[in-house]
């Protein structure tokens, strides 16, 4: 019996999981993570803005592993020795036969111990329940954003909502080392998206850094300060230790560099964020769609591999991208269309339903999105 292991319960580590328990062939799955929950995390923030419960975006790992019938470990992986096929986790040594490396991506500090020690990151539930338990003490006055990314334009709007509908007057800032917001994006979305955000009254400070992090100061670059301040830090993300340790071609931002079948060694695949799939240094984005996909590629890879077929071209389909504003004024690309308004924001949440693990979740999330609001 082939033993196959999967690191990493997110999108790509599920979806390959889910196609190798249906392929009918001998083989032993098991599932490694360090959570043990799986976060849906493109609605993340949009519970700042309490449109959607946090609950909803929860399923256990387990419960999903024993409907599939494979075996979950939740055990934080530390190493992978690729020539011995051998993965460590703090507790043990397990060897395989197959390997998916589906670890996703983790909030990067930048080697900052001020920003780790003093700003929240936006990278799990748990942490929009501390961003949201700081929120509720009200002992701020300045919303600081670190990020012009997708991730810190919707926290910031998401954030205006919540002082909206709380009725609190505090200041909203995103701080941009880049020349402008979502420099990777085309000018029409960076122009609409800056205009909607100086409509909501969230001041943009792009060529700037944050130098200096206290408690509750920040110092920007230019002499700006704020005092009883809160940093919210998105500027970027990384790949997990143990990638990082790895003796393997990589990508600037740290993630495995594949080949056209997702391979990255010998009986190795990954997929997700953990993968950088492309041509020329021109790298898919991190995005749900390839995640899912790739996942799905990766395991169809290794069921042909065990039945000694050719393995399949990844080949992926760019469905679009779509930045959500609370205020329906959402933005972005849909099958080469651009759209806006209140079309981008069904589509984007339809989407994310559609997407999410379960129907009680999927009812949880509708319901919500109806009433206009979750618990806050």
């Known amino acids: 019996m082939k033993k196959i292991v999967i690191i990493g319960a997110g999108f790509a580590g599920l979806s390959a999981a889910r196609r190798l328990s249906r392929c009918g062939l001998p083989v032993e799955i098991t599932l490694f993570d360090k959570k043990g929950e799986f976060n849906f995390l493109p609605l993340l923030p949009n519970c700042l803005g309490c449109l959607i419960n946090p609950d909803f975006l929860v399923n256990q790992v387990a419960g999903f592993c024993r409907k599939l019938k494979i075996k979950f470990n939740q055990e934080e992986i530390v190493s992978v020795d ?12 397990y060897d395989y ?16 111990s001020a920003a780790q ?31 012009a990314g997708f991730t810190g334009i919707e926290a910031a709007a998401n954030l205006w909502l919540y002082l909206k509908k709380k009725r609190l007057s505090k200041k909203i800032i995103i701080v941009e080392r880049a ?25 943009v400070l792009t060529n700037s850094m944050i130098e200096n992090i206290q408690a509750d100061k920040l110092e920007i670059s230019g002499g700006k300060i704020f005092q009883q301040a809160m940093l919210i830090w998105v500027p970027g993300v990384r790949t997990a230790d143990f990638i990082q340790k790895l003796k393997i071609a990589k990508n600037p931002q740290g993630r495995i560099i594949v080949d056209e079948y997702l391979g990255a060694g010998s009986n190795c695949f990954c997929a997700g964020d953990a993968a950088a799939f492309g041509k020329n240094s021109i790298f898919l984005r991190m995005a749900v769609q390839f995640a899912i996909t790739q996942g799905h590629q990766a395991a169809g890879n290794i069921i042909r591999s065990l039945k000694n077929l050719p393995l399949k071209k990844y080949c992926p389909q760019d469905l679009g991208y779509i ?14 269309w651009n759209v806006s308004g209140f079309l981008a924001t069904f589509l984007h949440f339809t989407m994310c339903i559609f997407r999410s693990l379960g129907w009680k979740n999927r009812r949880g999330l509708m319901s919500d999105l109806l009433k206009g609001g979750g618990k806050c």
């Open 82 to 93: 690729l020539a011995a096929r051998e993965v460590k986790s703090g507790k043990a040594s």
């Open 97 to 112: 036969d197959y390997l998916v490396i589906a670890s996703g991506s983790q909030t990067n500090f930048f080697a900052n």
């Open 117 to 147: 020690a003093y700003g929240y990151s936006l990278n799990s539930v748990a942490d929009i329940q501390s961003i949201l338990a700081r929120l509720r003490e009200n002992n701020f006055e300045n919303l600081v954003i670190c990020g």
């Open 179 to 203: 020349p402008d917001i979502l420099s990777a994006l085309p000018g029409w979305i960076r122009e609409y998206v800056s205009e909607n955000l100086k409509d909501l009254g969230i001041e």
């Open 323 to 336: 930045i959500p504003m609370v205020n329906n004024r959402s933005c972005g690309q849909v099958l080469g």
